[in-house]
């Protein structure tokens, strides 16, 4: 039945029975997506640059900021998604997935649209804040708010239901439409806004795309479930909070204490040492719905977080690698010549940066079971631990504050892994005893 909805549907993209190894086809299918995406990214920031010159580029990038913190809302609301959507599959609930989505996406849809009418009214101020004459820019960016509450619904539901080619390309196809249009427009003459509009045009045009290629799974749909996704947001947002504010906090506090040319070393190495977070992200994006499905099939799981946490040490540990013994070869390409006194950096907040993306599997495993009361206040108390340890050591050098950032990240990363590996490794050993006692 459940296939049939799905063959209806128009969605090939599965898991095939069959499949030795579908966590390496889906992990090979959203790293070739998110290099795409990176590619993308890369030469909409060098054409702008070109194209704006650096008064309006440097608001371009500021508002590249300001769509950072929409990562919050984002990926709770895909995460969440994806959770549920997860579950009704493997439950044999094929039908309910549909109306769930619709229903979901009504539901967050005001919320964006809330924050959209906010943020176009503060524009005048946000935007005088910036040092922005023209208020328009920050008008047009208030059209990404409504799209990032709705397009992550589809997503997430491609996700849970483990449709990542359709996932990917509609990643790929949001940043190259924001590349094609973003160019357009500010070469016609209408500059940083015509950018700006590029990068609302571009979620535009991914979600019409995913509505698309999701409207007949909804057709498809039976009764109209209570969308249990609303319920767990909060305690994914939070998580995600932490996890944003673990990972910048540094950099935030470096620009607040340093000389600007400092800083700017700094948050150079930070950002290249994010690669590591970026370039591994396929691995939890595809171990999730898995992780998920383990859990509904007799408190299972464990397994997917432990190949999970296997595959990220591989892919972080070689970029880790290439920032201990070539750092200066990194920034140079990167950012070039005039940002290497930030190469003595990158080794160290790369090792940060490993535990982060540990920490990243681990507090999406315990989502996927549907525990979120434990592991913020670790989080939370590690942050705080960085911050007053800063403080009380009163670091004088960048080299001091990133041990500090990387020292707490793999306590973080410790404690995490006494809070969910730990638990994780002892129901893996007492799965594996009534094998051992029956082949005995």
């Known amino acids: 039945m459940g296939n049939t909805v799905l063959a209806r549907a128009g969605l090939f993209f599965r898991t095939r029975a069959g499949d030795a190894s579908p966590l390496a086809r889906h992990g090979a299918i959203m790293f070739v997506s998110m290099a795409g995406v990176y590619a993308a990214d890369y030469l909409f920031h060098v054409s702008m640059s070109r194209l704006l010159g650096p008064s309006d580029y440097g608001a371009l990038v500021a508002f590249s900021a300001i769509l950072l913190i929409l990562y919050v809302p984002v990926n709770t609301i895909q995460t969440a ?9 493997e439950a044999g609930q094929w039908t309910a997935i549909g109306p769930l989505a619709v229903r979901t996406m009504r539901y967050f849809f005001w919320y964006g649209a809330l924050g959209c009418v906010a943020l176009a009214l503060m524009s005048p101020t946000l935007s005088a804040l910036l040092r922005i004459d023209d208020p328009l820019p920050m008008i047009t960016l208030s059209g990404r708010v ?24 509609n990643l790929v196809l949001e940043h190259v439409s924001k590349l094609a249009m973003g160019i357009v427009l500010a070469w016609a003459g209408w500059g940083l806004t015509g950018a700006v509009a590029g990068m609302v045009l571009g979620g535009a045009v991914a979600l019409a795309a995913a509505l698309a290629a999701f409207r007949p799974l909804v057709r498809a ?3 109209t479930p209570l969308s249990p996704v609303v319920r767990s947001a909060g305690a994914i947002a939070v998580a995600m909070s932490l996890f944003l504010v673990a990972t910048n906090v540094d950099v935030l506090l470096v620009k607040a204490l340093f000389a600007p040319a400092v800083a700017g070393y700094y948050a150079a190495a930070g ?7 970026y370039a591994t992200w396929a691995i939890p994006a595809v171990v999730f719905p898995e992780m998920v499905r383990g859990h509904a099939r007799q408190g299972g799981g464990h397994q997917f977080l432990f190949k999970g946490l296997a595959a990220s040490a591989l892919g972080a540990g070689g970029l880790l690698t290439a920032y201990l013994v070539a750092p200066d070869l990194v920034i140079r390409i990167l950012f070039g010549s005039s940002f290497l006194p930030a190469a003595p950096l990158l080794g160290i907040l790369g090792f940060g940066m490993t535990a982060y993306q540990f920490v990243f599997l681990m507090m999406s495993y315990e989502q996927a079971r549907g525990r979120n009361r434990t592991f913020p206040f670790a989080m939370l108390a590690c942050i705080v631990g960085f911050v007053a340890s800063l403080g009380v050591l009163r670091a004088a050098s960048l080299t001091q504050v990133a041990w500090l950032m990387a020292l707490w990240a793999w306590i973080m990363c410790g404690w995490m892994a006494w809070l969910v590996l730990w638990p994780a490794w002892t129901e893996q050993a007492r799965a594996r005893r009534p094998r051992a006692a029956g082949d005995a």
């Not at 998604?81 to 599959?89: E, N, Q, V």
């Open 271 to 277: 950002v290249a040492a994010k690669i590591i977070l």
């Open 146 to 169: 409504l799209i990032a509450t709705t397009l992550p619904v589809v997503r997430g539901a491609f996700q849970g239901l483990q449709m990542f080619v359709p996932l990917g390309v």
């Open 81 to 89: 998604m994806a959770r549920h959507t997860a579950y009704l599959d």
């Open 221 to 223: 749909g039976g009764e």
